[in-house]
């Protein structure tokens, strides 16, 4: 009675696919951030309180716009 049970071994095959998907999407949220910040100091000629402020209200309202 040898039964091939392969959900008892390792991880669903899904994961791996899902765990890329997760941090590619955060790795290009967070670097898209930084850039922003540089893009408004460096072509924007802002000064880094400007570009600070509008960094965190940008941030500020990403996170409660779902609210």
Do not use: C, Q
């Amino acid at each position: 009675m040898a039964e091939n049970n392969s959900a008892a071994k390792g991880h669903p095959k899904g994961l791996y696919l899902l765990f890329f998907t997760e941090m590619w999407e955060r790795f290009s949220y967070y670097g898209m951030r930084a850039i922003f910040i540089l893009f408004m100091s460096k072509a924007l000629f802002m000064t880094d309180a400007d570009s600070s402020n509008i960094y965190g209200s940008f941030t500020g309202l990403v996170y409660l716009t779902p609210l």
